[in-house]
């Protein structure tokens, strides 16, 4: 069983920039995929990014290329989200989620219980 907890959420001005990280307790963190979603209010929850286990591959939606970046510290057993250049459009709860060693953007198994980033205009 892997818990997640997700701290760094915020209110922020357009334009402003804002780190999330995600810590993984109780699994194998270094032989996992990791990737963070967001929901914004009455919408879906979407996929923004994922890394491979090893940090060496990396994929965005297209909304956040350029602007946000995924990381991760295996020896802390921490994910980051990197984000720049924020806009109203961003808001949304984000969630971290681990999948298998497998990089997939889409079967995710474990789920923290989400930040909430506001972006005002």
């Known amino acids: 069983q892997v818990q997640l907890v997700e701290s760094g959420g915020g209110l922020v001005q357009a334009g402003g920039s804002l780190r999330l990280s995600c810590a993984a307790s109780?699994?194998?963190?270094?032989?996992?995929?990791m990737g963070w979603f967001r929901q914004a209010p009455g919408k879906e929850r979407k996929f923004v990014a994922a890394?491979?286990?090893?940090?060496?591959?990396?994929r965005y939606t297209d909304s956040v290329k350029g602007r946000f970046t995924i990381s991760r510290d295996n020896a802390k057993n921490t994910v980051y989200l990197q984000m720049n250049s924020l806009k109203p459009e961003d808001t949304a709860v984000y969630y971290c989620?681990?999948?298998?060693?497998?990089?997939?953007?889409?079967?995710?198994?474990?789920w923290g219980q989400g930040t909430q980033v506001t972006v005002s205009s």
């Open positions: 989620a681990a999948a298998g060693r497998l990089f997939t953007t889409t079967s995710y198994e474990y």
């Open positions: 890394i491979s286990f090893s940090g060496s591959s990396t």
């Open positions: 109780g699994g194998t963190f270094s032989s996992r995929c």
